[in-house]
């Protein structure tokens, strides 16, 4: 299962949580009760190194 990153706009308290892609997103901040989180998006952590990958490869 994926971690996604979660941050209250209300307070600005992060968590991390374990959740299929199939579950709903957390709305509710454990820290100050309100439905303002949101999902935090960054880069994603996978290089390929090695023959046969290539950084312009589009297929």
């Known amino acids: 299962m994926p971690v996604y990153v979660y941050q209250c706009k209300n307070c600005g308290h992060i968590l991390e949580e ?4 199939t579950d709903e997103p957390l709305k509710t901040c454990p820290n100050c009760g309100q439905d303002q989180l949101r ?3 960054g880069n ?8 046969g990958f290539y950084s312009n490869d589009k297929g």
């Open 44 to 51: 994603v952590g996978v290089v390929f190194k090695g023959s």
């Open 18 to 21: 374990h959740q299929s892609f």
């Open 39 to 41: 999902k935090k998006f």
